[in-house]
C-alpha cells in the first residue's frame, strides 16, 4: 500500500519565520504535489514536480517554494510565513503523469501562523 | 472560464436512506472526472473516475457516479449510506488538453449521517 507521510500533523509558527513541510512517500512515485485546503476553497494546488529536481507552479505558488533533491521527498518552504497561510497542507503523490494514475494524499499538516 | 461546482456545501441524510452528490463542470470539452473522500482527520481518497465510455461509473464503498455530458454533470450516488460515510467529499476534474498534473478539485460537500 502506498504510504505518503508528512512529518508534522500540527505546526505553529510565528509570523515572519521560514517553515519547512516535509512529506516523504514510499513507492517510488515520480510526481508530487501540494496542496492547501482552506474552508469552502477545496484543494488548491501550490506547486507540483514531475521528478527529482523539476517543479512547475500551481494555481497559487506567491510565497510558497519547494524543493525536491531526492525523488521520495517533496519539501514545501514557507520563506517569510504570513498569518494568510494559515491552513491545512497536503502532500499527494503519483506513479506517473497519465490521467489514470490516482493521486495517494498525506494525512496533511494544519499549520498556524500566528 | 473553467470550473468544477460543487453546490451543496453540507447535506444531511439518515443512515440507510439514498444519497446523490452534486458536481458540475465547465470546460470547453469534456474533462476526465474524479470523486475522492476526506474522511476526518485523514487526507483524501479515490473512490472512482470516469475517462470515457459507459457513463455509469462504479467505486470503492458502494459509491457510483453517473456522467451526463448533456448537464456537464458527474453526479456522485449511494443507495444506502452508512454512518461511517459520513466525510467531505470532492469532486475534480483534469482537462484533456494541457498537463495531467493540473487536478482542479471543486470546494467539496460535508456529508453528516444521522443514525
Known amino acids: 500500500d502506498v504510504k505518503v507521510t508528512q512529518s508534522s500533523r500540527y505546526l505553529v509558527k510565528r509570523t515572519g519565520e521560514k517553515v519547512f513541510l516535509e512529506c516523504v512517500q514510499d513507492?517510488?512515485?515520480?510526481?508530487m504535489f501540494w496542496y492547501r485546503q482552506d474552508p469552502g476553497l477545496g484543494l488548491r494546488l501550490i506547486y507540483f514536480s514531475y521528478d527529482v529536481k523539476m517543479k512547475e507552479k500551481g494555481d497559487i505558488p506567491e510565497g510558497y517554494s519547494v524543493s525536491r533533491e531526492k525523488k521520495e521527498r517533496f519539501s514545501l518552504i514557507l520563506e517569510s510565513a504570513s498569518t494568510n497561510q494559515t491552513s491545512m497542507y497536503l502532500c499527494a503523490s503519483r506513479e506517473e503523469s497519465g490521467y489514470n494514475s490516482p493521486l495517494h494524499f498525506g494525512n496533511g499538516t494544519r499549520l498556524t501562523v500566528t | 472560464a473553467q470550473s468544477v461546482t460543487q453546490p451543496d456545501i453540507h447535506i444531511t441524510v439518515s443512515e440507510g436512506a439514498s444519497l446523490e452528490l452534486r458536481c458540475n463542470y465547465s470546460y470547453g470539452a469534456t474533462p476526465y472526472l474524479f470523486w475522492y473522500v476526506q474522511s476526518p482527520g485523514q487526507g483524501l481518497q479515490l473512490l472512482l473516475k470516469y475517462f470515457s465510455g459507459d457513463t455509469l461509473v462504479q467505486g470503492i464503498k458502494g459509491f457510483e457516479a453517473e456522467f451526463k455530458r448533456s448537464q456537464s454533470s458527474f453526479n456522485l450516488r449511494k443507495p444506502s449510506v452508512h454512518w461511517s460515510d459520513a466525510a467531505e467529499y470532492f469532486c475534480a476534474v483534469v482537462p484533456h488538453t494541457g498537463t495531467a498534473s493540473k487536478l482542479t478539485f471543486g470546494t467539496g460537500t460535508r456529508l453528516q449521517v444521522t443514525l
Open positions: 513507492m517510488d512515485h515520480e510526481n
